[in-house]
């Protein structure tokens, strides 16, 4: 299926209403506000809003599967497993998202499953929409961590700088709680320094 053929209305109340009837009510509300961010950053850097809202909408298809349910979609794709996922299981749900929607949805749009596969902790080599995911994510107006001052930070930057902005936000909350970082977010980290 072609981006033209799910980013159609049609295709995208489908899917609003699939997620309505599978999420709880406020996993549902986030991917919807993860959806308009995601749509207001596409606008701001020059992307394709239908795709990036449609991919913001999906970003969540998985998230509140069972570990088991995790561990089984994730693996379609190809990739380990890896310890760390099976102790942290969530870190899954991004995997095994793409995978719902490349086999029970049809679609084959690679940046769209390379985005979802990658938001929950990002990695190197991210393409524009799943730095647009991975910042929308973090960002959209119903989460509570946000504060004003870190939204006024990231006035001016660019994608790449919103991306770093995010992800030292989140090494640093894990860092604060003593828990371990993905060797993927490091990546990006290192990536993105190397960038500048």
Known sequence: MNSADFTSDAFVAKMDSYL???LSPSRYEHSA???DTCRALAAKFGYDQKLAYFTGLAHDIAREYSKEELVEWASRDGKPVRDLDL???VLLHG???AMVLKKEFGIEDQ???DA???H???TAGMKSLAKILFVADYIEPKRKHITPEFLASLEGLDLDGMVYAVLMGTLNHLASKGKGVD???LELKQELEHAE
């Open 20 to 22: 309505k009837n599978h």
């Open 33 to 35: 506000s993860t959806a």
């Open 87 to 89: 102790a942290s299981p």
């Open 95 to 97: 995997r095994a998202g």
């Open 111 to 113: 940046d769209v499953l």
């Open 116 to 118: 979802l596969s990658a």
């Open 120 to 122: 929950t902790t990002g």
């Open 183 to 185: 060797p993927e977010a």
